[in-house]
Every structure is written in structure tokens, then in C-alpha cells.
């Protein structure tokens, strides 16, 4: 079974920074079955939308709203990924889930909290 581990969500001010961690844990995960990771998030009232995506292959996607200021990773050997969110806005304040594809199974993180205060 594999499991996701969120860290890094935050109160933060406008134009502040915060950095996302997800990490993959169980007896299938190895850096090389890990396919995409993405970061979604979900604030009250809305859908969950795409935030970013990185492949295996290292090919980049992000949401339009956080292009330029946000960036995603992945370090293999560590089976995690993270969010580097720069100059954070109050309309990016949700609930942060990291999801990855594994094997063709799509798994979820708990979600982390990220609210920014104007």
C-alpha cells in the first residue's frame, strides 16, 4: 500500500513564501515506478484544481494562475516532491494534496493547509 506524506502548509502573509513537501512510502514505491506528481488544491466553495505537474520525465505543467511564481520538483532517490510557492497571494489560500501515479493507481496525500493573510 502506498502513502503520501504532506508537509510544509502554513499561515503566511501576501507576498510570502512557503515550501511544500509529499513523500511516498510503502513496500511498491522505488524512485522509478513513481510516474507523475502533481500538487492540486481545493478552497472552500470551489473544485479542486490542478496547481502543478511533473513528470517522469521532468516534463512541467502548472496551473495558470501560479505560473512565475510557483515551482514544482521531485528528487527520485527520495521518493518526494515539492512546491516552491513564491510571492503567495490571498486568493492562494486552500487545501493542498499532493497525488502521484503509481503503478496506474492514482493515490492522494491528506492534504495541507495553506491560508494567506492580506
Known amino acids: 500500500q502506498v502513502r503520501l506524506v504532506e508537509s510544509g502548509g502554513d499561515l503566511v502573509q501576501a507576498g510570502g513564501s512557503l515550501r511544500l513537501s509529499c513523500t511516498a512510502s510503502?513496500?511498491?514505491?522505488?524512485?522509478?515506478?513513481?510516474?507523475?506528481m502533481a500538487w492540486y488544491r481545493q478552497a472552500p466553495g470551489k473544485q479542486r484544481e490542478l496547481v502543478a505537474r511533473?513528470?517522469?520525465?521532468?516534463?512541467?505543467d502548472y496551473g495558470d494562475s501560479v505560473k512565475g511564481r510557483f515551482r514544482i520538483s521531485r528528487d527520485n532517490r527520495k521518493m518526494s516532491f515539492y512546491l516552491q510557492m513564491n510571492s503567495l497571494k490571498p486568493e492562494d489560500t486552500a487545501v493542498y494534496y499532493c497525488?502521484?501515479?503509481?503503478?496506474?493507481?492514482?493515490?492522494w496525500g491528506q492534504g495541507t493547509q495553506v491560508t494567506v493573510s492580506s
Open positions: 497525488n502521484v501515479q503509481i503503478l496506474g493507481v492514482d493515490v
Open positions: 510503502g513496500t511498491t514505491v522505488t524512485g522509478s515506478n513513481l510516474a507523475n
Open positions: 511533473i513528470s517522469r520525465a521532468f516534463k512541467i
